[in-house]
């Protein structure tokens, strides 16, 4: 059981909607139907093993935080299918698409927690994904709000415990502030090494990442993506959380 001061800690704030427009009547019917099956149980103790939440273990495990619409994730899943694939979404729209392109495509190598993502980081056994995908995530521009931006010293931290070494983290943003954010965080912990040798890098999409419409309705705008990945370094270390940091 849980003590009683995590018993009584509030759960986390989540920022941002997790309702737009109301469903369609299909997509009402496939979250109720059919999220119940690939929903992700926090329940229980201990860590929890990413494998045993498929029929047959998955050769590696990708997460991906925040997925949108999930044509993203769906579309890796459906090209590894040897992956098994945790995607995390707060916004109820979202996960109602994602289960729409999991009945098209007709998936079974994906499961979904349909909330914050730090409650599943916080259970997820260490060293247990291979990838972590974090793309056009919430940029949140004013200078007051940057504290609810998700990349933060503390997520790194957990996301450098649960990448197993070698393991690489994907962020995508079309916003420079955010980007420069995400950059200063990320070169400054120590688990995480940034893979760019050239402008290039960064500048250009990998073949094996499609499209979002995030990322064509940015360019449509004229804003200019950038494509960060980082490894997780074998000897990496993660100095302990201080009160108040």
Request: aromatic share 8%.
């Given at each position: 059981m849980?003590?009683?001061?995590?018993g009584?800690r509030?759960?986390?704030?989540?920022?941002?909607?997790?309702?737009?427009?109301?469903?369609?009547?299909?997509?009402?019917?496939?979250v109720e139907?059919?999220l119940?099956?690939?929903?992700?149980?926090?329940?229980g103790?201990?860590?929890?093993?990413p494998?045993?939440?498929?029929?047959?273990?998955?050769?590696?495990?990708?997460?991906?935080i925040g997925?949108?619409?999930?044509?993203?994730l769906a579309?890796?899943?459906e090209?590894t299918?040897?992956?098994?694939f945790?995607?995390?979404?707060?916004?109820?729209?979202g996960v109602a698409?994602?289960?729409?392109h999991?009945?098209?495509?007709?998936?079974?190598?994906v499961?979904?927690?349909?909330?914050?993502?730090?409650?599943l980081?916080?259970?997820?056994a260490?060293g247990s994904?291979?990838?972590?995908?974090l793309?056009?995530?919430?940029?949140?521009?004013?200078?007051?709000h940057?504290?609810?931006?998700?990349?933060?010293?503390e997520?790194?931290d957990s996301?450098?415990?649960?990448?197993?070494?070698?393991?690489e983290?994907r962020?995508?943003?079309d916003?420079?502030g955010?980007v420069?954010w995400?950059?200063a965080?990320?070169?400054r912990?120590p688990a995480?090494?940034w893979?760019a040798r050239r402008?290039?890098?960064?500048?250009?999409?990998?073949?094996?990442?499609?499209?979002?419409?995030?990322?064509?309705k940015?360019?449509?705008a004229?804003r200019?993506?950038?494509?960060?990945?980082?490894?997780?370094?074998?000897?990496?270390?993660?100095?302990e959380a201080?009160?108040?940091?």
């Amino acid at each position: 059981m849980p003590s009683a001061d995590e018993g009584d800690r509030p759960p986390p704030r989540t920022f941002g909607r997790r309702r737009g427009r109301p469903l369609r009547a299909a997509r009402d019917r496939l979250v109720e139907e059919r999220l119940p099956a690939l929903a992700i149980d926090l329940g229980g103790e201990g860590p929890l093993d990413p494998m045993q939440l498929f029929a047959e273990p998955p050769e590696a495990i990708w997460l991906e935080i925040g997925f949108g619409g999930g044509e993203h994730l769906a579309w890796q899943a459906e090209r590894t299918p040897k992956v098994g694939f945790i995607g995390a979404e707060v916004f109820v729209n979202g996960v109602a698409s994602l289960l729409r392109h999991i009945d098209e495509r007709q998936l079974d190598n994906v499961r979904i927690h349909a909330d914050d993502a730090r409650p599943l980081l916080e259970r997820l056994a260490p060293g247990s994904i291979a990838r972590i995908f974090l793309l056009f995530p919430d940029p949140w521009p004013k200078a007051r709000h940057s504290g609810r931006r998700f990349i933060q010293r503390e997520t790194l931290d957990s996301l450098a415990r649960l990448l197993r070494p070698g393991g690489e983290l994907r962020v995508a943003s079309d916003d420079p502030g955010y980007v420069a954010w995400a950059l200063a965080h990320l070169m400054r912990h120590p688990a995480f090494c940034w893979t760019a040798r050239r402008p290039q890098d960064w500048r250009q999409r990998p073949d094996d990442w499609p499209e979002t419409r995030y990322e064509a309705k940015a360019r449509q705008a004229g804003r200019q993506p950038t494509f960060l990945r980082f490894v997780r370094r074998r000897h990496g270390t993660i100095p302990e959380a201080h009160p108040g940091r």
